[in-house]
């Protein structure tokens, strides 16, 4: 899979310290200019659905598990890998200091009618909801919570990074 960036935050000095390797999986679903996004009210961002990828699944596995999970995804078909967004973080638990997210992005089709979402609790506690919304406008909102929000959280730059090459390369594509 390309590796689409790889970033380390800007707080890390050195990679050699105790780290873990976190792998994620998220989705991005397309209908003409309109993607399918999780909205968070408590960071007021738009994220593409997805997430951590559990102990014994594959990407793939993992990736259709969480778009049902989230969004509620239905006949999640024609999976197909876009590339990989690398990050090293700041992380004081556990005897780490850093954790190395992997996120393995893939275009994918669903059917037109979500199904029940089953969230977890800090998801719900933070507002979380899937929504349709055109990739312009996330990305507009997005930089617009990256300049003006103090309660953003460390994402938020990943998926803009995510969202413009979307647009880029995907939108343009199809037109």
């Not at 990074?161 to 647009?167: C, D, E, G, H, Y």
């Amino acid at each position: 899979m390309r590796l689409l960036k790889s970033t380390v935050h800007p707080s890390i000095e050195s990679l050699d310290r105790p780290s873990f390797l976190r792998l994620a999986a998220r989705g991005i679903i397309l209908k003409g200019e309109k993607i399918l996004m999780l909205y968070t009210q408590r960071y007021d961002d738009y994220t593409l659905p997805g997430g951590g990828i559990d102990q014994g699944e594959n990407q793939s596995q993992g990736l259709i598990r969480e778009l049902a999970e989230e969004t509620g995804a239905q006949n999640i078909r024609n999976v197909e890998a876009f590339g990989l967004y690398e990050e090293y973080r700041p992380w004081n638990r556990d005897g780490f200091e850093i954790m190395h997210m992997k996120s393995y992005c893939y275009t994918c089709d669903i059917d037109e009618q979500l199904g029940e979402t089953s969230l977890e609790d800090y998801e719900v506690r933070n507002g979380m909801k899937a929504m349709w919304i055109n990739v312009h406008d996330a990305i507009k909102h997005n930089l617009n919570t990256i300049k003006n929000s103090d309660k953003k959280g460390m994402s938020i730059e990943r998926e803009t990074f995510l969202l413009t090459l979307i647009r880029d390369e995907l939108l343009t594509e199809s037109a």
